[in-house]
């Protein structure tokens, strides 16, 4: 690695921020008591989950007792999903969710679908945006539930959640949105936007990774998750972890307080970065410009090179990024949500998302747009494609 470390892959991960870390380390040694025990020692601990449930629910508006903490973002997501999908299907065996979802959602929407729920997956348009109307279209009177993402990781597209809420809520559906990229972002008001469910985790916005937290309106219907002693109202059993929940809370209301300047900042620096790469000939932004868009996320795609070529070369440079492309069992396949904002294999093949946080600076995205020209150049040089594309008459411009 070169001395100029970049790190690029916010919505990867984040760091836990100091003042975090100082709130959790306490209950790692110090304050140690198992919180269900009743000596003062466990009180301590008791007492500071409950702070933490407290803070989470105020970044939401929701209630105290409607946060229940889970394992990550992945466990929230199949808890709402299963949970509500089971608990419910005496009512119907119909679920509502989006092309574009995590494969959080997309797999537990498969392993549903072997246990006789119907899944219908949505479109979304040019943007990554889901058009109400084909929601409503797509509601019958066996649909239970609808999961639609608040913000999208890899594009960085935001639903029309509130629009969602209120069309679910009419028609009596439960309503669970995957906000993990959101949480700490955007603000979000769980009675406003009439959402149900709601999944996030700590590790998304500056706190520790392996503990998030599920949002469940009171009076939703849903299965526990893990049997056992009583813990999260005997929904979520296991003895808590309690250092992260502490810092889950403590970074949450750290990222309340500074959403809107933060946010400020990084769409100022977002839009720099996508202008300067979009002005790098035979690319294309993906994804929604402006307010819709996830103040940190960029994703362009470069024409005839490979994402996964570009990463190495930006690596080699000092810069952490992603490609939108996964990469399963070797196989490489392009990313569903590019597919599904309707690029080709071939252009989805070649994208670059750069995810901007609390550690970017001006000079980061500066240094980004000295590098990135020439790595775009020197691997259109070594590629079939982009000579192919020439000798057809192509322009470099
Ligand atoms: C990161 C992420 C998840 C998974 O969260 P984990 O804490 O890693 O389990 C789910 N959904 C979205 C949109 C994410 O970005």
Not at 150 to 178: M, S, V, W
Request: hydrophobic share 40%.
């Amino acid at each position: 690695m070169s001395d100029n470390h970049v790190y690029l892959d916010y919505s990867a991960t984040t760091y836990i921020k100091p003042e975090v870390l100082a709130a959790m380390r306490p209950y790692l040694d110090t304050y140690f008591g198992n919180p269900s025990s009743i000596y003062a020692l466990a009180r301590i601990t008791e007492q500071a989950i409950g702070q933490s449930r407290e803070q989470v629910a105020a970044a939401l508006n929701a209630a105290k007792n409607e946060i229940y903490f889970t394992g990550g973002g992945s466990e929230a997501d199949n808890w709402a999903l299963k949970g509500v999908a089971f608990a419910n299907k005496q009512w119907g065996n119909h679920i509502i969710t989006t092309k574009i979802e995590h494969h959080a959602i997309l797999h537990t929407c498969e392993f549903l679908a072997q246990h006789g729920f119907e899944i219908t997956y949505l479109p979304v348009d040019s943007e990554g945006l889901v058009d109400v109307d084909s929601l409503r279209q797509a509601i019958t009177a066996k649909t239970i539930l609808v999961s639609i993402m608040f913000a999208n990781n890899e594009i960085g597209t935001i639903q029309p959640i509130a629009a969602i809420g209120k069309l679910c809520r009419e028609k009596g559906i439960y309503f669970h949105t995957d906000a993990v990229q959101a949480v700490g972002h955007v603000p979000i008001d769980v009675q406003a936007m009439n959402i149900d469910l709601l999944s996030l985790a700590g590790h998304k916005f500056y706190g520790p990774k392996g503990v998030g937290a599920l949002y469940i309106r009171k009076g939703v219907k849903i299965d526990n998750l893990i049997h056992g002693g009583g813990q999260e109202r005997g929904k979520r059993a296991g003895t808590e972890n309690i250092a992260g929940i502490v810092g889950l809370g403590q970074a949450l209301e750290l990222a309340t307080t500074d959403i809107e300047t933060e946010n400020q900042r990084l769409t100022r620096l977002r839009d720099k970065l996508i202008a300067g790469l979009t002005a790098i000939p035979h690319s294309r932004l993906n994804g929604p410009v402006g307010a819709k868009r996830l103040p940190g996320n960029v994703n362009v795609c470069f024409r005839f090179i490979e994402g996964e070529s570009m990463l190495l070369l930006l690596d080699s440079v000092g810069v952490s990024a992603s490609s939108g492309s996964a990469c399963t069992a070797g196989s490489l396949e392009p990313s569903h949500v590019l597919l599904a904002i309707g690029l080709t294999h071939e252009i989805a093949h070649g994208s670059l998302r750069l995810t901007l946080g609390a550690g970017t600076t001006e000079q980061d995205v500066d240094y980004v747009l000295e590098v990135l020209p020439g790595i775009v150049r020197k691997l259109r040089n070594m590629s079939p494609l982009w000579k192919e594309f020439l000798n057809k008459g192509g322009t470099k411009l």
